[in-house]
């Protein structure tokens, strides 16, 4: 068991340790998200599963704090209200409760961040898509080889990994990385 235990910890450790070739782009994100702020614009969230988890994490970081007392940022994560996403589900398709909220919600100037350790999530796509039209910034964090969704976001963070887990702890370290440098981009006087 501990030769498990210590192989977990050298794979995210390994994963980590490759991922620092993502620092231009989390830079570039980090930006796009301050300045969305700045100009009274949101940060949109949304992913399935663990993705969607993160998501609300994320919301919870900028509407919350992380590590300064500060004002509120605004950011929602589409993934959390259960009347929404079921009564889309029922009535369209599970392939659209993004998009249908992105549609209301999304305005000229937002920056949003669709999730998926696959790259290929077909509502988070649809999320994106109609963000873009929308005129938002979009995000992709994603897993794999970025699948179809790199090639739909204006910024990519691909985590190199075909192991779901260790995408989602790297999404983690990422996500608080932009946390922590968003925060002190808005906090700097």
Do not use: H, P
């Given at each position: 068991m501990k030769d498990i235990i210590e192989k977990s910890f050298l794979e995210i450790s390994d994963l980590l340790r490759n991922s620092t070739s993502l620092s231009n782009t989390i830079?570039?994100?980090?930006?796009?998200?301050?300045?969305?702020?700045?100009?009274?614009n949101k940060l949109v969230l949304f992913g399935n599963g663990g993705s969607a988890a993160d998501a609300q994490h994320i919301a919870a970081e900028f509407v919350g704090r992380f590590m300064l007392e500060r004002e509120s940022y605004p950011a929602i994560a589409l993934t959390t209200d259960s009347s929404v996403i079921t009564s889309l589900g029922n009535?369209?398709?599970?392939?659209?409760?993004?998009?249908?909220?992105?549609?209301s919600l999304v305005v000229k100037g937002d920056v949003v961040i669709g999730i998926s350790t696959s790259g290929n999530s077909k509502n988070v796509e649809k999320g994106i898509s109609i963000a873009k039209q929308k005129g938002a910034v979009t995000?992709?964090?994603?897993?794999?080889?970025?699948?179809?969704?790199?090639n739909n976001v204006d910024f990519s963070i691909v985590v190199n990994s075909n192991s779901t887990p260790r995408i989602q702890e790297a999404h983690r370290v990422i996500y608080h990385i932009i946390c922590d440098l968003v925060e002190q981009n808005l906090s700097k006087k």
């Open positions: 830079e570039k994100v980090i930006n796009q998200i301050t300045k969305a702020i700045k100009n009274g009535d369209y398709s599970y392939d659209i409760i993004f998009s249908r909220q992105c549609e995000i992709g964090l994603l897993g794999n080889d970025g699948g179809t969704l790199i």
